[in-house]
């Protein structure tokens, strides 16, 4: 039997996500075998640090990104939003599996049930500014305390710091198992997920045409355009982890309609919407990440 090796983070989440494409993979090509490889990241290694303050993105796939371009695995999966706008040459998207609910959701301590419950000056964790922002845009009563860490570990620290909850990914949850502990999905016309929230990243070699080809089977055209939109938009605002961003592509009647958000490290932050052809999805986000960019720091090309 031929052997894929994968490469992956080694977070309950990861192996979650890596263990849903080999199901997928198993029943398409029962004659495969795959082997996991764990990988230690940069951002794995720094866990209590803010992300800002240890570099840029890339900082949870830049050493899976390396083991993929040697050789040691022939495929790598992450977390789309994980994925810097730029690629390292030689490395590609194979396809993009269906995608995950992409909204952000609270998990609250009892009795608490809604956002809209919480008290003057109840503490919220998030290491997002995006999530941070738009919050206090809802709720600029609440204290937003910095988090960091996988899943578990932050849903712990409700305990261990004393939170009234905090705000997570609707898709990290689902896939980890923990969809029982969501307390209230949050929607996304009031609070707009990270770009390509909830979709998978499948990473190869650009030459590795056998697995481009077995990959094929569990693509989902609709989460590879909004995926295309998104991602262009993170391109166009030229996106970092220091300044919140966040996009939403939909598809209605043939016609894609994003919506991108982008500010300042202070907190200012504009929302926008691009309507266009699904054909010219990437192009869209592109624009309307330019355009975005513009109306926040203006000429100022470093932001």
């Known amino acids: 039997m031929k052997k894929v090796k994968i490469g992956t983070r080694g977070s309950k989440l990861a192996l979650a996500q890596t263990n849903l494409v080999i199901h997928q993979l198993n029943y398409h090509h029962p004659e495969l075998t795959f082997d996991i490889q764990t990988i230690q990241t940069k951002g794995d290694l720094h866990q209590c640090v803010a992300l800002e303050k240890i570099g840029d993105k890339g900082l949870f796939v830049k050493e899976i990104e390396q083991q993929l371009i040697e050789g040691v695995i022939d495929l790598a999966v992450h977390s789309m939003k994980d ?8 490395l590609v998207f194979a396809t993009t599996p269906k995608r995950e609910d992409p909204r952000d959701v609270l998990v609250l301590k009892e009795p608490y049930q809604k956002l809209t419950e919480l008290p003057a000056g109840a503490a919220i964790g998030t290491g997002s500014k995006r999530r941070k922002y738009q919050l206090l845009r809802l709720r ?5 305390v910095p988090i960091r860490g996988n899943i578990e570990t932050r849903m712990s620290k409700i305990e ?5 909850g905090v705000i997570l990914a609707a898709a990290g949850l689902i896939r980890g198992g923990y969809e029982k502990r969501i307390t209230e999905y949050l929607p996304i016309d009031k609070v707009i997920p990270a770009p390509a929230q909830g979709a998978l990243a499948l990473q190869i070699r650009a030459d590795n045409l056998w ?6 089977v569990i693509g989902d055209q609709q989460a590879q355009i ?3 939109a998104e991602r262009g938009f993170l391109e166009g605002v030229s996106g970092t982890c220091h300044q919140p961003i966040g996009a939403r592509a939909s598809i209605v009647d043939n016609e894609m309609r994003l919506v991108g958000l982008y500010g ?5 932050l504009v929302v926008d919407h691009a309507v266009g052809l699904v054909t010219g ?7 309307l990440g330019v355009k975005l960019r513009k109306q926040v720091f203006g000429g ?3 932001g």
């Open 83 to 90: 994925m810097p706008s730029v690629m390292p040459a030689g």
């Open 140 to 144: 600029p009563d609440l204290n937003i």
């Open 160 to 164: 261990t710091q004393n939170l009234a």
């Open 211 to 216: 697995i481009a080809d077995i990959l094929q």
């Open 226 to 228: 909004e995926v295309e």
């Open 264 to 268: 300042n490290k202070e907190g200012h």
């Open 281 to 287: 999805a990437r192009a869209l986000g592109l624009s």
């Open 300 to 302: 100022d090309e470093n």
